[in-house]
Structures are given as structure tokens and as C-alpha cells.
């Protein structure tokens, strides 16, 4: 979604060379609903955005997703940050992100339910886009032929869109008051590499731990009932 905001995409092809790598396997969740009908979604994932020099130091880390005008104020300080190293990163960087370290705003309802939620959240899109059955009601002063099917389609796009924005708008809002300023912390220790920091910064930053096969999802999304653990 980012990379097709055409005021990103030209941002980033004019200033940077984009790269993608997978840190792990992507997590597939198949819900049974009974009689053929089955869910299956990929789950819990998430991203970072490492922006680099050219020889790989990070100059900083863009957690999640965010805002297209939150995502190109990060880039651009960033860019900022290299263009006035001159000499060296080697003692800028640390120091760039010890003067911007503030502690963070804990949004603890975001980290516990948001496995939970999420799941919950593509179960009901997956009901509401199913189109009813060939339904045609007669209605309005010039019986206006309303076509069920069509509405049952348009409606869940459209209020697709507005939970899209308003997500999009809280995940903008806890990156930038609570990971923003542990990615701060972890860039103020020294220089470093992607490598070296990227378990951390799942771990710790986007609370998406890589050395669990579950990601979490086991005693967040399926709990109670007969998935409690025993």
C-alpha cells in the first residue's frame, strides 16, 4: 500500500534502492466453517524498514506500517542524517538517536488483543463478502430495482476502506509513541548492521518474536474454550 502512494514510490526511487527480504516463513491460519466452506489467511505478521547507508550501517528503522506522510517524514530525516555525516556515521548516528530517545507510551491493549482481534477481524470480512443469493427488491417512489447481490458486494468494500484508514491510523500513532522511541534506545547503543538487530527488533519493538513457531498466536488468539492451555 505504501509503495503505490505515488508521492512514496517517487521519494523513494529518486533518493533510495529498495529491498525486500523475508525474516521468516509466513504464518497461514485455515479455519473450517463446515460444509466445504474454509478460511485461509496468512497472520501476525509485520515490518520494518531498515534505512541504510550504502555500505549497510543502519541510519534508522521505520517499525510497522505507517501513514504515507509518517512513513516520508522518517525517510526524509533519515536522508538528512546521511547527508550531513560528511566525514563519518560512525559517531552520528549513536548520538542522532541518544537526542531523540523519550520513553515510550505503552499501548498495552494494542500488544495483548491485536493477535486475537486480527483473526477475528478476516473471519468476519471473509462472512460479510460472501454476496447474498440472488435477492432483487422493488423499492422508492419510482420502484427503483435495488440489486441486492451488488450491495451486499459494495458495502463491505466501502467499509473495508474506512477500517483500513482507521488502522492504518492507530498503527501510525502507537509506532510513533512507543516503538519509535525503542528503536531510538536501540540505535543509540552503537553502529550496526540489519542483521545484527533484527531479532530484536522483532522481539522487542514489534512484539513478533521470530524464534517462536507460533508467534504468539497460541496463547492470544486461540485461548479459552478447548483451546485453553491445559
Known sequence: MLF???KVSAFVRDHFIAA???????PIVEIDFGGGVKLKRTVNG??????????GRVL???PGLNSPESYLQ???????????SFASLDPLI??????????????????????KDMVEH??????????????????GPNDTVLDVRKLDIERPVRELSREDAALLAADTESNRKERKPLVHKLLSEKVVRPADVTKRVYKEI?????????LGLVTKAFNGGGYEDR
Open 74 to 84: 522518517d525517510l526524509r530525516y533519515a536522508l538528512n542524517l546521511y547527508r550531513a
Open 94 to 115: 549513536p548520538e542522532y538517536h541518544r537526542a531523540n530517545v523519550t520513553e515510550p507510551t505503552r499501548y498495552e491493549w494494542v500488544r495483548d488483543d491485536k493477535a
Open 122 to 139: 478476516l473471519v468476519k470480512m471473509s462472512i460479510d463478502k460472501r454476496p447474498a443469493a440472488g435477492l432483487r427488491v422493488v423499492a
Open 60 to 62: 534508522d528503522i521505520i
Open 20 to 26: 525486500w527480504q523475508n525474516v521468516r516463513a509466513v
Open 46 to 55: 509485520n515490518v520494518a524498514t531498515y534505512v541504510c547507508s550504502p555500505d
Open 4 to 6: 503505490s502512494n505515488p
Open 206 to 214: 514489534l512484539h513478533c518474536d521470530l524464534d517462536d513457531p507460533y
